[in-house]
């Protein structure tokens, strides 16, 4: 009686697995060839003028210097106070408050708000920010907004990293008479501090790159001046692309690209801090 | 028999206890006197309750929503659950040490120094820590690896540092849930010694479903079933000539 029938279910095995290679590495091929092709369209143009100019209707002297110190102002902004909001949130809601039908309702609804369109929180911003609170079109209207779409982000993440915080922990903790901020400061959020700053790293790479909800709100699409206050009326680097992109002439086409290198350099230089202050986190918690 | 007439004095006592989980009772009407510097067993089949009851000894079902208590517990005659008591302050002096080893993912040093350093411990936390693992018979195994992550222990090596961190906060009393039942036999009867030791200074009350462990380690021992006590006395007795047939049921190992 043959009952191992071993040589099919390695083959199987091994299909599986070649299926997985292959999608993953059809992935990383498409975004090779989407950076391949941005550089080699941009990359001529990426010089210090660029970097330092301001937006010109000639495209030799056109520059990137008010989007690109928007966009730093934008989500340097826009991190604090999404941050601190998203991780009070969800701790909240972890930690504190009982599970129930409301806190069921609570968490059907952050989910269902993590996929409404962002044109939609534009529409809010726009409302409540901008006209409501009479903010104008500002850096603080822009970044409020803005956290606004990231919250629900940020606090499904945060809410997940403490979750997994073994239970034992808190107990063990509660058992030697601390109080439950006793034990979330020195063994719950140290331990879901790396999931945490997942989840941040992810919201803020989405919040560098959105645009539709800032041009809602107003942001403009000529910009001659670096912000200076979070009154000040911005731009950032994803309109100042899709406005150049949108232009007529070829050499545009050509900034947009050089635009697009600046942009993905930037999130890169994000990510990067976000990632060492991770691994950081990681190492200290075990000690 | 100097020792069967030393005093008996009852440091934790358990009077008329019903725990409910929702509607459901889980102990219900159990009366029991825990007496200082002795250890106390508390025994039965899974799901009797036992460890419901030990949990309301320090308060910890106050993290299980659903758990309702009535009747008492008494602390030197003082009711814990009276509305000024802090659940915080009662953890402080009655310490307790899980079923599976529970070491933080922090180093051995930190994971016995953190229960003094909460509670704004004054003196030489370096001594504090030294004298918590000795007492806990474990300083000589790690004293050369203080900065080592916990978790590099052994399985057993882990419970006693548990032992040792709920004995840095110097508790009177030390609750055990089923302590050695995820421990192999040579790490059990190392904690059933380190037991013998701590009832000189600590009064123990020990979980367990090994009824030889009960009958090797404790002076009294509760026998629970189903939620209600079934009998309590002198270990010995309880062991030997138990009043009640489903003790001897049990104890003889006829079911369970």
């Not at chain 1, 034990?183 to 803020?204: D, E």
């Amino acid at each position: 009686m043959k009952t191992t029938n071993l040589t099919a279910r390695q083959r199987k095995a091994y299909l599986f697995r070649l299926i997985c290679a292959a999608i993953s590495w059809m992935g990383i091929g498409l975004l090779a060839i989407l950076i391949f092709h941005v550089t080699s369209k941009g990359i001529s143009w990426l010089d210090w003028q660029f970097l330092t100019g301001f937006p010109s209707r000639f495209p030799e002297r056109a520059g990137i210097k008010s989007a690109l110190v928007g966009t730093i102002w934008f989500i340097s902004m826009t991190a604090c106070f999404s941050i601190p909001l998203g991780t009070a949130a969800a701790i909240y809601l972890e930690e504190y408050s009982r599970k129930g039908p409301l806190g069921y309702l609570i968490e059907v609804n952050i989910a269902n708000l993590a996929g409404v369109p962002s044109i939609v929180y534009g529409l809010l911003g726009l409302v409540i920010f901008v006209r409501g609170m009479e903010l104008g079109r500002s850096l603080l209207a822009g970044s409020l907004t803005m956290t606004l779409l990231i919250l629900p982000i940020i606090i499904i993440a945060a809410r997940e990293a403490i979750r997994a915080v073994p239970n034992s922990i808190r107990l063990a903790a509660f058992a030697l008479g601390a109080t439950r901020w006793q034990m979330l400061r020195f063994h719950v959020l140290p331990q879901a501090l790396p999931g945490i700053l997942t989840g941040v790293i992810l919201a803020l790479s989405r919040a560098i790159g959105e645009t539709a909800p800032l041009i809602m709100i107003g942001a403009l699409t000529y910009v001659a001046f670096v912000p200076e206050g979070p009154l000040d009326a911005f731009t950032v680097l994803p309109i100042q692309i899709f406005n150049w992109a949108s232009r007529p002439q070829e050499d545009f086409h050509h900034i947009a690209a050089t635009g697009i290198i600046v942009l993905l350099a930037v999130l890169f230089f994000m990510n990067i801090i976000a990632v060492s202050i991770r691994h950081h986190a990681e190492k200290k918690g075990k000690v | 028999m100097s020792k069967q007439t030393q005093s008996l004095l009852t440091l934790l006592e358990a009077v008329g206890v019903t725990i409910y989980y929702s509607d459901k009772p889980a102990v219900q009407e159990i009366s029991i006197s825990v007496p200082e510097h002795h250890i106390t067993a508390i025994i039965g089949p899974s799901g009797c309750g036992k460890s419901t009851l030990l949990r309301a000894f320090n308060r910890m079902n106050d993290f299980i929503p659903e758990a309702r208590m009535e009747g008492q517990i008494l602390y030197k005659g003082n009711q814990l659950y009276a509305p000024g008591v802090d659940p915080v302050d009662v953890r402080r002096r009655i310490g307790m040490v899980f079923q599976k080893p529970n070491p933080f993912p922090k180093s051995v040093f930190n994971n016995v120094a953190w229960g003094p350093s909460i509670n704004r411990y004054e003196g030489n936390l370096n001594e504090r820590v030294e004298l918590s693992l000795r007492k806990a018979a474990l300083w000589d195994e790690v004293k050369d690896r203080l900065n080592d992550s916990a978790m590099t222990l052994s399985g057993g090596q882990q419970q006693r540092l548990c032992i040792a961190r709920a004995l840095a906060m110097e508790p009177e009393v030390i609750l055990m849930d089923e302590p050695c039942s995820a421990l192999d036999p040579v790490s059990t009867a190392r904690i059933e010694d380190l037991m013998f030791e701590l009832k000189k200074t600590y009064t123990i009350v020990i979980v367990t479903h090994n009824m030889q462990q009960a009958a090797r380690v404790s002076r009294f021992t509760a026998f629970m079933e189903g939620g209600m006590l079934v009998e309590f006395g002198a270990t010995k007795q309880l062991f030997t000539r138990p009043v009640n047939k489903r003790t001897e049921d049990y104890v003889s190992g006829r079911f369970g």
